[in-house]
């Protein structure tokens, strides 16, 4: 069975532009998270969507984050403009309902 | 809100050493408990869970037992190999929220 895919997995830019990420999650799962991992720290959680639908956005700063998964499949994350405390991992993962989530590897994310 | 405590480190232990990683937690109702592992370069994974009181979760020689009355899922493991070395993560999902609140990771790190 495929994993998480997550693209890409570096990336580096300067603040003020904007980055998008991109997921895949395992096939089958309605559930998806996307994460932020501060070098440091535990993973913080975005956004959560069962199929194409939000179900926790609370701690997405959505003044300058977004995210969505038109079709209930794959996602995208985006940031714009960027700052430099957006410098972090950024995490997706995935899970059947809200029984064990898989992560994928990861997007790093560095903002100069 | 939700919250996990976990012993700062890192921690460093020889060969064959017994393992004891504190975890305690703050939350709303029942929720589950998880220690999720992250080895040098790869993605996060599940170690092993526990979905209520008292139960215990194991996996490749590593357990933590679910106690309500302290709060807390340590993890521990009898004799730690040089491969056990990488950072563990304890988490909790519940309270009314289905995604997880981390700690901010423990790295072990065992010297032959």
């Known amino acids: 069975e495929a994993g998480v895919a997550q693209s890409p997995r570096y990336k580096i830019i300067e603040k003020r532009q904007s980055v998008a990420f991109w997921c895949n999650p395992i096939s089958g799962h309605a559930t998806l998270y996307w994460y932020q991992q501060i070098l440091g720290q535990g993973p913080k959680l975005l956004i959560q969507f069962q199929n194409n639908g939000v179900v926790d956005d609370s701690q997405l700063p959505k003044d300058r984050f977004s995210a969505e998964r038109l079709k209930g499949v794959d996602s995208t994350l985006k940031i714009q403009p960027a700052k430099l405390e957006d410098s972090a991992v950024y995490l997706c993962?995935?899970?059947?309902?809200?029984?064990?989530?898989?992560f994928g590897p990861g997007t790093r994310l560095t903002v100069l | 809100g939700n919250s996990v405590t976990q012993m700062e480190g890192p921690v460093t232990l020889s060969e064959e050493a017994f393992l004891t990683i504190n975890c305690t937690y703050t939350a709303t109702g029942y929720p589950s408990l998880f220690w999720y592992v992250q080895y040098p370069g790869e993605g996060l994974q599940l170690l092993l869970k526990?979905?209520?009181?008292?139960d215990k979760g194991s996996n490749k020689g590593f357990e933590a037992t679910y106690r309500k009355e302290t709060t807390s899922f340590h993890l521990e493991k009898g004799s730690v190999q040089v491969s056990d070395s990488a950072v563990y993560f304890c988490a909790l999902e519940g309270g009314g929220a289905d995604g997880l609140t981390f700690g901010k990771g423990t790295h072990l790190i065992i010297q032959p």
């Open positions: 993962a995935s899970s059947v309902s809200t029984d064990t989530q898989y």
């Open positions: 526990a979905t209520k009181a008292d």
